[in-house]
């Protein structure tokens, strides 16, 4: 059992920059970020093996993923905000290895979430 602990959410004007962070308690083999705006199905927005990545077509050149794979934690690096990016961001991770593209891995442990919200 991993368990996740989001932070670095927070207010921020459209143009911005935020960073989350993502704690693990324990290592995952590959760790990522989910988003879900009201009225919306949750969506993949980046994920992170051992040497490859993966992002969501509306964040790329805009969001970097990394990890600290020392301290079991992931980040989202997300920068150019704009207000489609509000919405509550999930942190996932999965122990499976399996050769699979990253926006289509079988997350086994998510975090509780933490919002973000972009201002016009």
């Known amino acids: 059992q991993v368990q996740l602990v989001e932070s670095g959410g927070g207010l921020v004007q459209a143009g911005g920059s935020l960073r989350l962070s993502c704690a693990a308690s324990?290592?995952?083999?590959?760790m990522g970020w989910f988003r879900q705006a009201p009225g919306e199905d949750r969506e993949f927005v980046a994920a992170?093996?051992?040497?490859?990545?993966d992002y969501a077509d509306s964040v790329k050149g805009r969001f970097t993923v990394s990890r600290d794979n020392a301290e079991n934690t992931v980040y989202l690096q997300m920068n150019s905000l704009n207000t489609e990016d509000t919405a509550v961001y999930y942190c996932?991770?999965?122990?499976?290895?399996?050769?699979?593209?990253?926006?289509?891995?079988?997350?086994?442990?998510w975090g509780q979430g933490t919002q973000v919200t972009v201002s016009s």
């Open positions: 324990g290592r995952a083999y590959v």
């Open positions: 996932a991770a999965g122990n499976r290895a399996i050769g699979i593209a990253l926006s289509s891995y079988p997350f086994d442990y």
């Open positions: 992170i093996g051992w040497s490859r990545t």
